[in-house]
């Protein structure tokens, strides 16, 4: 399927250029109408019947276990962010003395302090991996530094499928492959990739995948998805809610308190989460990813990024292989002589909204952007590298 640009679908003014998904999606139409429905039911809460607080989130399971490849739902929790799944997960790991936790260089403080709480409980230590220090094929000697640094003494390995803030690809097959011959759990931060490429529980096979709601799959802030595999099957969740026990559809029978869950990882559901609104908007905001695909997504945004990626590095930008990083989203490394304090001036003022780290830059992109706003960002970059 080729896809053809959606800005109709959303409220973006003309003279935006957003090229910063990764930080925050914007609504389209479908998203923004299911929210006002979800208000009008809790203006009139005599609306709202007892399958309003399970069914919709059912549905919304559902969709996102289509998404990723689960066929299972009930494998689906949905959590209000991904501090909140990873410290689920780590709640439910032992270690011993002595025992690793791998994590990536600079990987995003939501999939980090969890672990270094777990390894402090257990005189376990985190190991970093580094991003090599070499111009060429960093990205293929990064993944093969990750493999090498799985060894018996790793108990756990916590990474994204992306790295959030360059796009630099990992090789999950590979490394689950490894963590499966070493007895390590696998645990993927799914947020910065899930939804614009391609993620398959089936294929990577992950012990837990976490993932926020409110970037590529278009949900509210506050919305975040959960799969947990069999490890997890009988662990205990983070709070005791209602709602997660066997039954609680039963509203007569709920101080006949209930000691079993709902199967799999139902348990692990926030509390309130038949959230009217939230639900609402995340359902067609999963319904319309799903429709575009995210094969179709990322090769969008390689189609309306490539010639810009070219024009950037003639300018002295350094941007990854294409064969080691993403479309939708990717870093910028500024070439030495730019000043960075020009240039975002220079943006602010031409309204581009991209992402600053250090001398780098991240460009994320959807299916409201063209070739047109990449056209913009060469034409301020080439202006700013003239003054
Ligand atoms: C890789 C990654 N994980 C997680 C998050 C968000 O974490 P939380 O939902 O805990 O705020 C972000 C936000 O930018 C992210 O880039």
């Known amino acids: 399927m080729i896809l053809q640009h959606q800005k109709d679908l959303f409220d973006l003014p003309e003279d935006i250029t957003y090229l910063n998904i990764a930080s925050q999606s914007p609504i389209f139409k ?3 109408d299911a929210g006002i429905n979800g208000l009008k039911q ?4 005599y609306t709202i019947t007892g399958s309003d607080y399970f069914e919709p989130v059912t549905e919304l399971k559902k969709l996102f276990a289509k998404l990723i490849e689960v066929d299972d739902y009930n494998r689906i929790a949905t959590i209000p962010s991904v501090s909140y799944g990873i410290a689920t997960v780590a709640n439910n790991v032992t270690l011993n003395s002595g025992d690793e936790i791998l994590v990536i260089d600079e990987q995003f403080p939501s999939n980090y302090y969890s672990w270094e709480k777990l390894a402090k409980k257990y005189n376990a230590t985190i190991k970093t991996i580094s991003a090599p220090n070499i111009e060429t094929d960093r990205v293929k000697q990064w993944n093969e530094n990750i493999l090498e640094a799985i060894t018996d003494k790793t108990a756990l390995v916590a990474m994204g499928n992306i790295h959030w803030s360059n796009g630099s690809l990992f090789n999950l097959k590979n490394i689950r492959k490894k963590t499966t011959q070493h007895n390590a759990l696998l645990v993927i931060d799914g947020s910065q990739s899930v939804g614009a490429l391609p993620f398959s529980v089936k294929d990577i096979a992950p012990d837990a995948l976490i993932c926020a709601g409110y970037k590529w799959l278009f949900g509210p802030y506050g ?5 947990f595999g069999s490890y997890f099957d009988n662990g205990t969740p983070l709070e005791e809610n209602w709602g997660n026990r066997l039954d609680s559809e039963n509203f007569t029978g709920l101080t006949n308190y209930q000691p079993k869950y709902k199967p799999l990882a139902n348990r692990y559901c926030v509390g309130e989460s038949g959230n009217f609104i939230y639900i609402k908007m995340q359902i067609e905001a999963l319904k319309q990813v799903i429709e575009w695909t995210p094969k179709a997504i990322q ?12 024009e950037l590095k003639v300018l002295g930008c ?6 080691y990083r993403t479309h939708h989203l990717f870093g910028i490394k ?9 240039l975002k001036s220079a943006l602010t003022e031409q309204n581009i909204f991209v992402s600053f780290r250090g001398n780098y830059i991240r460009i994320s992109c959807h299916l409201y952007n ?3 706003d990449f056209s913009k960002l060469v034409k301020c970059m080439t202006s700013v590298l003239a003054k």
């Open 30 to 32: 479908a998203i923004y």
């Open 42 to 45: 809790k203006s009139r809460p």
């Open 223 to 227: 919305c975040a998805y959960a799969y």
């Open 299 to 310: 090769d969008y945004c390689k189609s309306i990024s490539a010639k810009a990626v070219e």
């Open 318 to 323: 350094e941007i990854e292989d294409e064969n």
């Open 334 to 342: 500024l070439p030495e002589n730019l000043n960075i304090a020009i």
């Open 370 to 372: 063209t070739a047109e």
